[in-house]
Nanobody, 121 residues
């Protein structure tokens, strides 16, 4: 499955953004999907994941209660709604597809190109 992430931008602390990840092909319906992020000089960090049916989600500790992952099967698109953004959320955000909604990046076999999110203080 091919993935295209979008929706990043510059926002003030406390603001919101919604990221999108458009998937090509019918395989979207059978894949778990996830979001990861990488800030300059830091390792790739798990953000959120959702299983193939949309019935199960998991979040990284740093975003719990602020971010919401969802998916729209009619549009073959996954979303990440980000609220109450903090400067520490500044990073390049990547979407990924895999066989299970894992926090481990090695589980995912398809990756989007990334979208930059910058949160100013």
């Amino acid at each position: 499955v091919q993935l295209q992430a979008s929706g990043g931008g510059l926002v003030q602390a406390g603001g919101s953004l919604r990221l999108s990840c458009a998937a090509s092909g019918r395989a979207f319906n059978s894949h778990a999907m996830g979001w990861f992020r990488q800030a300059p000089g830091k390792e790739l960090e798990f953000v959120a994941a959702i299983n193939w049916s949309g019935g199960s989600t998991v979040y990284g500790d740093s975003v719990k209660g602020r971010f919401t992952i969802s998916r729209d099967y009619a549009k073959n698109t996954m979303y990440l709604q980000m609220n109450t953004l903090k400067p520490d959320d500044t990073a390049v955000y990547y979407c990924a597809a895999g066989l299970s909604p894992s926090k481990y990046s090695r589980v995912y076999n398809s990756w989007g190109q990334g979208t930059q999110v910058t949160v100013s203080s």
